[in-house]
Protein backbone atom coordinates (compact mmCIF):
# COMPACT_ATOMS: atom_id res chain seq x y z
CA UNK A 1 0.00 0.00 0.00
CA UNK A 2 1.87 2.82 -1.17
CA UNK A 3 1.18 7.15 -1.42
CA UNK A 4 2.32 8.17 -5.36
CA UNK A 5 3.30 11.40 -6.56
CA UNK A 6 5.36 11.24 -9.24
CA UNK A 7 7.46 8.21 -9.31
CA UNK A 8 10.82 7.98 -11.47
CA UNK A 9 13.99 5.62 -11.93
CA UNK A 10 16.78 7.94 -11.74
CA UNK A 11 19.14 5.71 -10.06
CA UNK A 12 21.35 3.10 -11.84
CA UNK A 13 19.76 0.38 -9.26
CA UNK A 14 16.74 0.51 -7.36
CA UNK A 15 15.66 -1.63 -4.45
CA UNK A 16 13.23 -4.28 -4.65
CA UNK A 17 10.33 -4.73 -2.05
CA UNK A 18 12.81 -7.99 -0.79
CA UNK A 19 15.52 -5.61 -0.50
CA UNK A 20 17.37 -6.99 -3.95
CA UNK A 21 18.73 -4.68 -6.50
CA UNK A 22 17.22 -3.94 -10.63
CA UNK A 23 19.89 -2.72 -12.82
CA UNK A 24 18.57 -0.54 -15.82
CA UNK A 25 18.26 -3.87 -17.78
CA UNK A 26 16.27 -5.71 -15.63
CA UNK A 27 14.18 -2.55 -14.62
CA UNK A 28 13.96 -2.08 -18.53
CA UNK A 29 12.78 -5.77 -19.24
CA UNK A 30 10.07 -5.50 -16.36
CA UNK A 31 8.67 -2.50 -17.60
CA UNK A 32 8.01 -3.53 -20.97
CA UNK A 33 6.28 -6.56 -19.46
CA UNK A 34 4.26 -4.91 -17.50
CA UNK A 35 3.06 -2.66 -20.11
CA UNK A 36 2.54 -5.36 -22.64
CA UNK A 37 0.51 -7.19 -19.68
CA UNK A 38 -1.60 -4.80 -19.00
CA UNK A 39 -2.34 -3.96 -22.71
CA UNK A 40 -2.58 -7.49 -23.90
CA UNK A 41 -4.04 -9.39 -20.93
CA UNK A 42 -2.50 -12.59 -21.52
CA UNK A 43 1.81 -14.21 -20.99
CA UNK A 44 4.57 -11.72 -22.58
CA UNK A 45 7.04 -13.58 -24.90
CA UNK A 46 10.46 -12.74 -25.29
CA UNK A 47 9.85 -11.57 -28.61
CA UNK A 48 7.18 -9.21 -27.97
CA UNK A 49 9.32 -7.92 -25.51
CA UNK A 50 12.07 -7.08 -27.74
CA UNK A 51 9.75 -4.20 -29.78
CA UNK A 52 9.08 -2.62 -26.58
CA UNK A 53 12.80 -2.21 -24.83
CA UNK A 54 13.93 1.54 -25.31
CA UNK A 55 17.52 -0.21 -26.11
CA UNK A 56 18.16 -3.35 -28.17
CA UNK A 57 18.87 -6.68 -26.43
CA UNK A 58 19.48 -9.51 -27.96
CA UNK A 59 17.25 -12.45 -27.30
CA UNK A 60 19.48 -14.51 -25.36
CA UNK A 61 19.77 -11.45 -23.02
CA UNK A 62 16.16 -10.92 -22.53
CA UNK A 63 15.27 -14.25 -21.72
CA UNK A 64 17.87 -14.54 -19.41
CA UNK A 65 16.57 -11.45 -17.92
CA UNK A 66 13.51 -12.86 -17.63
CA UNK A 67 14.57 -15.61 -15.35
CA UNK A 68 16.94 -13.32 -13.16
CA UNK A 69 13.37 -11.36 -12.63
CA UNK A 70 11.61 -14.77 -12.26
CA UNK A 71 13.84 -16.00 -9.43
CA UNK A 72 13.33 -12.93 -7.75
CA UNK A 73 9.68 -12.99 -7.72
CA UNK A 74 8.79 -9.94 -9.78
CA UNK A 75 7.59 -12.63 -12.78
CA UNK A 76 5.25 -15.29 -13.02
CA UNK A 77 5.26 -18.19 -15.72
CA UNK A 78 1.37 -19.34 -15.80
CA UNK A 79 1.72 -22.41 -17.94
CA UNK A 80 5.55 -24.41 -18.83
CA UNK A 81 5.76 -23.20 -22.61
CA UNK A 82 3.90 -19.39 -21.93
CA UNK A 83 5.30 -16.11 -21.60
CA UNK A 84 5.77 -13.67 -18.34
CA UNK A 85 3.12 -11.74 -16.30
CA UNK A 86 4.54 -9.76 -13.49
CA UNK A 87 3.04 -11.35 -9.89
CA UNK A 88 2.13 -8.83 -7.42
CA UNK A 89 5.51 -8.01 -6.10
CA UNK A 90 6.14 -7.36 -9.46
CA UNK A 91 3.38 -4.58 -9.96
CA UNK A 92 4.38 -3.21 -6.73
CA UNK A 93 7.64 -2.65 -7.91
CA UNK A 94 6.35 -1.43 -10.93
CA UNK A 95 4.16 1.05 -9.44
CA UNK A 96 6.45 2.07 -6.62
CA UNK A 97 9.33 2.80 -8.34
CA UNK A 98 9.11 2.87 -12.97
CA UNK A 99 5.61 4.29 -13.07
CA UNK A 100 5.95 7.36 -15.49
CA UNK A 101 2.12 9.10 -14.87
CA UNK A 102 0.16 10.03 -17.69
CA UNK A 103 -1.50 13.57 -18.00
CA UNK A 104 -5.28 13.46 -17.91
CA UNK A 105 -6.39 13.36 -21.05
CA UNK A 106 -8.58 16.75 -22.07
CA UNK A 107 -11.92 14.63 -22.68
CA UNK A 108 -11.95 13.09 -19.43
CA UNK A 109 -11.38 16.79 -17.84
CA UNK A 110 -14.21 18.17 -19.67
CA UNK A 111 -16.28 15.26 -18.74
CA UNK A 112 -15.61 15.10 -15.41
CA UNK A 113 -16.08 18.83 -14.43
CA UNK A 114 -19.18 19.28 -17.03
CA UNK A 115 -20.66 16.28 -14.89
CA UNK A 116 -19.37 16.94 -11.34
CA UNK A 117 -20.36 21.00 -11.41
CA UNK A 118 -23.82 19.86 -13.15
CA UNK A 119 -24.66 17.55 -10.05
CA UNK A 120 -26.18 18.95 -6.36
CA UNK A 121 -25.74 17.45 -3.43
CA UNK A 122 -25.30 13.90 -2.88
CA UNK A 123 -25.86 13.54 -7.06
CA UNK A 124 -21.78 14.93 -6.67
CA UNK A 125 -20.65 11.48 -5.49
CA UNK A 126 -22.65 9.46 -7.83
CA UNK A 127 -21.28 11.52 -10.54
CA UNK A 128 -17.82 11.19 -9.99
CA UNK A 129 -18.09 7.19 -9.47
CA UNK A 130 -19.92 7.50 -12.34
CA UNK A 131 -17.30 9.06 -14.42
CA UNK A 132 -14.38 7.35 -13.24
CA UNK A 133 -16.14 4.26 -14.09
CA UNK A 134 -16.92 5.65 -17.49
CA UNK A 135 -13.24 6.44 -18.58
CA UNK A 136 -10.93 3.87 -17.06
CA UNK A 137 -13.91 0.76 -17.77
CA UNK A 138 -13.50 -0.19 -13.92
CA UNK A 139 -15.58 0.04 -11.04
CA UNK A 140 -15.64 3.45 -9.82
CA UNK A 141 -16.58 4.42 -6.44
CA UNK A 142 -16.95 7.67 -3.90
CA UNK A 143 -17.28 7.47 0.05
CA UNK A 144 -19.35 10.42 0.25
CA UNK A 145 -18.29 12.46 4.03
CA UNK A 146 -18.84 11.21 7.13
CA UNK A 147 -21.77 13.72 8.70
CA UNK A 148 -19.84 14.69 11.47
CA UNK A 149 -17.23 16.25 9.35
CA UNK A 150 -19.13 18.25 7.15
CA UNK A 151 -20.81 21.77 8.38
CA UNK A 152 -24.62 21.60 8.92
CA UNK A 153 -27.57 24.07 7.00
CA UNK A 154 -30.44 22.91 7.77
CA UNK A 155 -32.65 20.15 10.09
CA UNK A 156 -35.90 19.08 9.96
CA UNK A 157 -38.15 17.15 11.74
CA UNK A 158 -41.07 14.65 9.98
CA UNK A 159 -43.75 12.39 12.41
CA UNK A 160 -44.17 9.32 10.54
CA UNK A 161 -46.03 7.19 13.33
CA UNK A 162 -46.65 7.51 16.73
CA UNK A 163 -43.26 7.17 18.99
CA UNK A 164 -41.45 8.07 15.40
CA UNK A 165 -39.60 10.88 13.90
CA UNK A 166 -37.59 11.50 10.84
CA UNK A 167 -34.58 13.80 11.17
CA UNK A 168 -33.60 15.33 8.00
CA UNK A 169 -29.75 16.59 8.63
CA UNK A 170 -28.84 18.42 5.32
CA UNK A 171 -25.35 19.71 4.72
CA UNK A 172 -23.72 22.96 3.33
CA UNK A 173 -23.12 20.99 0.54
CA UNK A 174 -26.48 20.43 0.09
CA UNK A 175 -26.05 16.66 0.58
CA UNK A 176 -29.21 15.20 3.10
CA UNK A 177 -28.83 12.71 5.58
CA UNK A 178 -32.23 11.23 6.90
CA UNK A 179 -32.22 9.03 10.22
CA UNK A 180 -36.09 7.64 11.92
CA UNK A 181 -35.25 8.54 15.59
CA UNK A 182 -37.86 7.74 18.72
CA UNK A 183 -40.21 10.44 19.82
CA UNK A 184 -43.17 11.13 22.06
CA UNK A 185 -46.01 9.60 21.22
CA UNK A 186 -48.46 11.95 21.79
CA UNK A 187 -46.00 14.54 19.62
CA UNK A 188 -47.69 16.03 16.35
CA UNK A 189 -46.28 17.33 13.36
CA UNK A 190 -46.85 21.06 14.57
CA UNK A 191 -44.39 20.79 17.16
CA UNK A 192 -42.02 18.89 15.64
CA UNK A 193 -42.26 21.77 12.83
CA UNK A 194 -41.70 24.29 16.12
CA UNK A 195 -38.88 22.07 17.36
CA UNK A 196 -36.97 21.76 14.03
CA UNK A 197 -37.18 25.37 13.79
CA UNK A 198 -35.16 25.79 16.77
CA UNK A 199 -32.82 22.79 16.15
CA UNK A 200 -32.06 24.44 12.43
CA UNK A 201 -30.95 28.10 14.37
CA UNK A 202 -28.36 26.06 16.56
CA UNK A 203 -27.09 23.73 13.83
CA UNK A 204 -26.80 26.03 10.52
CA UNK A 205 -22.81 26.63 10.67
CA UNK A 206 -21.57 24.42 12.87
CA UNK A 207 -20.53 20.40 12.50
CA UNK A 208 -22.40 17.37 13.73
CA UNK A 209 -20.08 16.97 17.09
CA UNK A 210 -19.91 21.01 17.27
CA UNK A 211 -23.72 20.94 17.58
CA UNK A 212 -24.23 17.55 19.76
CA UNK A 213 -22.03 19.23 22.12
CA UNK A 214 -24.13 22.22 22.27
CA UNK A 215 -27.53 20.44 22.38
CA UNK A 216 -25.91 18.23 25.78
CA UNK A 217 -25.13 21.64 27.08
CA UNK A 218 -28.02 23.45 26.64
CA UNK A 219 -30.38 20.18 27.68
CA UNK A 220 -28.43 20.27 30.96
CA UNK A 221 -28.82 24.20 31.71
CA UNK A 222 -32.35 23.36 30.89
CA UNK A 223 -33.50 20.58 33.01
CA UNK A 224 -35.67 22.64 35.43
CA UNK A 225 -36.75 25.27 33.14
CA UNK A 226 -40.37 25.19 32.07
CA UNK A 227 -39.88 25.25 28.12
CA UNK A 228 -41.70 21.56 27.49
CA UNK A 229 -40.89 22.56 23.21
CA UNK A 230 -37.63 23.83 23.94
CA UNK A 231 -36.71 20.74 26.20
CA UNK A 232 -38.25 18.07 23.75
CA UNK A 233 -36.25 19.24 20.85
CA UNK A 234 -32.88 18.84 22.19
CA UNK A 235 -33.70 15.59 23.32
CA UNK A 236 -34.93 14.84 19.69
CA UNK A 237 -32.09 17.19 18.78
CA UNK A 238 -29.60 14.89 20.32
CA UNK A 239 -30.62 11.23 19.13
CA UNK A 240 -30.61 12.34 15.85
CA UNK A 241 -26.99 13.78 15.93
CA UNK A 242 -25.84 10.78 17.72
CA UNK A 243 -27.85 8.03 15.31
CA UNK A 244 -26.05 9.98 12.35
CA UNK A 245 -22.24 10.53 14.45
CA UNK A 246 -21.90 6.63 14.87
CA UNK A 247 -22.30 5.85 11.23
CA UNK A 248 -19.26 6.22 8.63
CA UNK A 249 -20.11 7.86 5.00
CA UNK A 250 -21.89 6.28 2.18
CA UNK A 251 -20.20 4.19 0.12
CA UNK A 252 -21.70 5.20 -3.94
CA UNK A 253 -20.94 2.63 -6.41
CA UNK A 254 -21.10 2.98 -10.22
CA UNK A 255 -22.45 0.15 -12.28
CA UNK A 256 -20.69 -3.43 -11.68
CA UNK A 257 -21.16 -3.80 -15.71
CA UNK A 258 -17.84 -1.74 -16.04
CA UNK A 259 -16.36 -4.73 -14.72
CA UNK A 260 -17.76 -7.41 -17.31
CA UNK A 261 -15.30 -5.36 -19.80
CA UNK A 262 -12.31 -6.80 -17.98
CA UNK A 263 -11.36 -10.53 -19.44
CA UNK A 264 -10.45 -11.21 -15.74
CA UNK A 265 -13.95 -11.07 -14.71
CA UNK A 266 -15.59 -13.49 -17.93
CA UNK A 267 -15.20 -16.08 -15.21
CA UNK A 268 -18.62 -16.47 -13.19
CA UNK A 269 -16.98 -18.32 -10.27
CA UNK A 270 -14.54 -14.72 -9.93
CA UNK A 271 -17.22 -12.02 -10.70
CA UNK A 272 -19.96 -13.62 -8.45
CA UNK A 273 -17.14 -13.86 -5.55
CA UNK A 274 -16.53 -9.96 -6.23
CA UNK A 275 -19.58 -9.11 -6.81
CA UNK A 276 -20.96 -10.68 -3.51
CA UNK A 277 -18.08 -8.86 -1.31
CA UNK A 278 -19.07 -5.44 -2.89
CA UNK A 279 -22.93 -6.56 -2.20
CA UNK A 280 -23.18 -4.80 1.04
CA UNK A 281 -20.30 -2.20 0.68
CA UNK A 282 -19.27 -2.44 4.04
CA UNK A 283 -16.50 -4.32 3.40
CA UNK A 284 -15.26 -2.25 0.30
CA UNK A 285 -15.91 1.22 2.75
CA UNK A 286 -13.78 -0.16 5.32
CA UNK A 287 -10.96 -1.60 2.89
CA UNK A 288 -11.15 2.14 1.70
CA UNK A 289 -10.77 3.92 5.17
CA UNK A 290 -7.95 1.61 5.97
CA UNK A 291 -6.01 2.53 3.07
CA UNK A 292 -5.94 5.98 2.90
CA UNK A 293 -3.99 7.15 6.24
CA UNK A 294 -1.74 9.31 3.94
CA UNK A 295 -2.13 11.97 1.29
CA UNK A 296 -1.89 11.17 -2.37
CA UNK A 297 -3.28 9.02 -4.46
CA UNK A 298 -2.72 5.05 -2.83
CA UNK A 299 -2.78 2.16 -4.37
CA UNK A 300 -3.91 -1.29 -2.89
CA UNK A 301 -3.21 -5.07 -4.38
CA UNK A 302 -5.50 -7.53 -3.86
CA UNK A 303 -2.86 -9.63 -1.60
CA UNK A 304 -2.45 -6.66 0.78
CA UNK A 305 -5.91 -6.35 0.97
CA UNK A 306 -6.60 -9.90 2.80
CA UNK A 307 -9.97 -10.25 1.08
CA UNK A 308 -10.00 -13.79 -0.87
CA UNK A 309 -12.67 -12.78 -3.59
CA UNK A 310 -10.29 -8.89 -4.42
CA UNK A 311 -7.27 -11.40 -4.42
CA UNK A 312 -6.78 -10.61 -8.17
CA UNK A 313 -7.89 -7.18 -8.02
CA UNK A 314 -6.21 -3.48 -7.43
CA UNK A 315 -8.05 -0.87 -5.45
CA UNK A 316 -6.74 2.90 -6.18
CA UNK A 317 -7.93 5.71 -4.34
CA UNK A 318 -7.60 9.10 -2.99
CA UNK A 319 -9.35 11.70 -0.63
CA UNK A 320 -11.12 14.67 -1.61
CA UNK A 321 -11.51 18.02 0.98
CA UNK A 322 -9.23 19.74 3.01
CA UNK A 323 -6.37 17.82 3.31
CA UNK A 324 -5.89 18.49 7.13
CA UNK A 325 -9.26 17.09 7.38
CA UNK A 326 -10.58 15.05 4.55
CA UNK A 327 -14.40 14.11 3.86
CA UNK A 328 -14.35 11.06 2.30
CA UNK A 329 -12.88 9.13 -0.84
CA UNK A 330 -13.13 8.67 -4.73
CA UNK A 331 -11.39 5.61 -6.69
CA UNK A 332 -11.62 2.84 -8.72
CA UNK A 333 -11.52 -1.19 -8.11
CA UNK A 334 -10.56 -3.44 -11.13
CA UNK A 335 -8.10 -6.26 -12.30
CA UNK A 336 -4.49 -5.69 -10.84
CA UNK A 337 -3.85 -5.39 -14.44
CA UNK A 338 -4.85 -2.25 -15.20
CA UNK A 339 -3.37 1.47 -16.64
CA UNK A 340 -2.04 2.47 -13.49
CA UNK A 341 -0.26 5.31 -15.52
CA UNK A 342 -3.66 6.64 -16.59
CA UNK A 343 -5.47 5.85 -13.79
CA UNK A 344 -3.66 7.72 -10.81
CA UNK A 345 -3.84 10.94 -12.33
CA UNK A 346 -7.43 10.56 -13.31
CA UNK A 347 -8.66 9.72 -9.62
CA UNK A 348 -6.18 12.31 -8.30
CA UNK A 349 -8.28 14.97 -11.04
CA UNK A 350 -11.23 13.32 -9.53
CA UNK A 351 -10.54 14.23 -6.15
CA UNK A 352 -9.37 17.68 -7.09
CA UNK A 353 -12.75 18.72 -8.96
CA UNK A 354 -14.85 17.34 -6.26
CA UNK A 355 -12.65 19.35 -3.39
CA UNK A 356 -13.64 22.26 -5.76
CA UNK A 357 -17.78 21.24 -6.10
CA UNK A 358 -17.71 20.76 -2.12
CA UNK A 359 -15.76 24.46 -1.25
CA UNK A 360 -17.80 26.62 -4.41
Known sequence: MT??????????????PDGLRLSPRQCDVLRAVVRAYVGEAAPIGSERISHL???QLSSASIRSTLAELGEMGLLEKPHASAGRVPSEAG????????????????????????????????????????????????????LAPRLERVTLQHLSLVRLATGRVLA????????TYRRVIEGPREIDQRELDRMAALLAARAAGHTLAELRDALRREARALRREA??????????GERAVAECDAEDGDLVLAT???????????????????????ETKERLAEIVQDMLGGAGVRVVLGGEVGDLALSHCALVATHYGDAAAPLGAVGVLGPSRMDYAR??????????IVTE???A
Open 3 to 16: ALASPAMNAETAAC
Open 357 to 359: KLQ
Open 227 to 236: DRVLRLALEL
Open 53 to 55: LPR
Open 343 to 352: VIPLVAYCSR
Open 91 to 142: LRYFIDRLLDPAEVAAWDRRSLDYEVDRADGDAVFAAAADQLSASTRLLGFA
Open 256 to 278: RLALLDQPEFRDPRRVREVLETL
Open 168 to 175: VLVSSTGA
